[in-house]
């Protein structure tokens, strides 16, 4: 029994690993935490808020909403029904209907279900983010860009400009001046590494917001692979501006790890951050990112979050309506001396990005992993977009039989290992 405590414990903590050597991988809320849903699946029919959860992942959105309402009072019921409600927002609101208290989730499915306005009392008292896509929905676009501007403010960030086109958010003519945020041009090189393939249409507004960073040691590395376009040709005019980037092109579509790997191999700097190559990044982002490791040497990586906008509405997008700041993973910043001990990008596979933070925390704990809840990037949800194709049908399931795949591969390297990270289990 003390054991198992102890393995939620670190499970809460976010020490998945430690949590799952503990338990030996047999406890239902520790696998479900660590994302490991069909082995939940696997291993109970009991109703649970896991099993509801597991459901939702799997595409069973009706069954987990009928099973919610057994656990509607734990916790996790709030993050459950707010993701159902952005896949099926109808049913949800008639859950919520005689259930007070859900503001979030309630309001922005009478936002996809209906075209009335919400009452300004209700959206003053929910999230700025969920207000603006709510007020955008409704056509209040005045309302949209005061609660978009609070989300900065409120974060203690300089306002981005130029990202309103009527009620549409747009990232392509956004600005932020990096004077105001206060530049520095003395401190460690930062190699940025930006991939690239057939991204002819997005990479200047991702390159635009790197030269613009208040951190101004930095090498920008654009990796072009294997592109059919113009990506590469839009990266060699940025070359010959400015001498921080360097662009290389691959022969052949190798993928976005293998790409990644080839130009982590070209960095010269003291640490790596990667860059998505449809991303806007605020002026402050590697400054901030940067500031942890600097000041504390035992930080072995930091992350920062950020608000995606989809690209066909100009709306901020969501998969879950209790949460419109979501971690950003590509967002990684480490000392380039950290590749030697954990290695490189696996290169075959979905979700790598994660797998890789993930090793890093199995290696030294996720204490030592600095993530910075600021909206440091703004991102484009975008219908074909390879994150947007993992998400249904085969390729869901794909998706997370390939993330159970890495769980377990990491399970069972420091089950049989004698490191460091053995120390975790006393945590």
């Not at 978009?148 to 409120?154: A, G, Q, W």
Request: hydrophobic share 35%; proline share 3%.
């Amino acid at each position: 029994m003390m054991a198992r405590s102890r393995a939620r414990r670190l499970s809460r903590k976010g020490e998945h690993n430690a949590a799952l050597i503990l338990s030996a991988g047999q406890d239902i809320e520790i696998l479900s935490r660590a994302g490991m849903h069909l082995s939940v699946l696997e291993k109970t029919d009991a109703p649970s808020i896991y099993r509801a959860i597991a459901l939702a992942q799997t595409g069973k959105s009706e069954e987990a909403l009928e099973m919610v309402s057994k656990f509607h009072k734990h916790p996790l019921a709030r993050v459950l029904l707010g993701q159902l409600a952005t896949k099926i927002p109808e049913q949800v609101i008639e859950f919520l209907d005689n259930r007070p208290g859900w503001i979030h989730t309630n309001l922005y499915c009478k936002a996809r279900t209906s075209t009335s306005s919400p009452i300004m009392e209700n959206i003053l008292k929910i999230s700025p983010p969920l207000a603006v896509f709510v007020a955008q929905q409704s056509g209040q676009q005045e309302l949209a860009q005061e609660r978009f501007e609070k989300i900065f403010t409120d974060a203690e960030l300089t306002v981005p400009e130029g990202c309103w086109d009527e009620n549409q958010l747009t990232i392509h003519s956004i600005c932020c001046d990096p004077e105001e945020v206060g530049t520095v041009k003395d401190g460690p090189l930062v190699s940025v590494v930006l991939t690239a393939h057939n991204e002819e249409a997005y990479l200047s507004t991702a390159l635009q917001s790197l030269l613009k960073q208040s951190w101004q040691s930095q090498e920008i590395i654009v990796v072009d692979d294997g592109s059919t376009d113009n990506t590469f040709g839009v990266a060699l005019d940025f070359q010959k501006r400015d001498a921080r980037i360097r662009a290389y092109r691959l022969g052949e579509n190798v993928g976005i790890w293998a790409a990644k790997n080839f130009g982590i191999t070209k960095s010269t700097g003291d640490f790596i951050t990667m860059h998505d190559a449809d991303d806007w990044s605020h002026p402050a982002k590697i400054s901030a990112q940067i500031k942890p490791l600097m000041t504390n040497r035992t930080i072995a990586c930091s992350s920062s979050y950020f608000l995606r906008i989809n690209e066909e509405t100009g709306q901020l997008f969501s998969r879950n309506a209790e949460n419109f700041l979501r971690w950003n993973p590509s967002s990684l910043l480490f000392r380039k001396q950290l590749v030697d001990e954990v290695g490189l990008f696996q290169t075959s596979g979905l979700g790598k990005d994660c797998e890789f933070v993930a090793r890093i925390e199995n290696r030294f704990s996720c204490k030592k992993h600095a993530r910075i809840r600021k909206p440091l990037s703004l991102g484009l949800w975008r219908k074909n977009g390879l994150s947007n194709k993992l998400r249904d049908g085969e390729k869901a399931m794909d998706r997370l039989e390939q993330w159970e795949t890495w769980r377990r591969e990491h399970l069972n390297f420091h089950s049989n290992s004698k490191n460091i990270y053995s120390t975790f289990l006393s945590l």
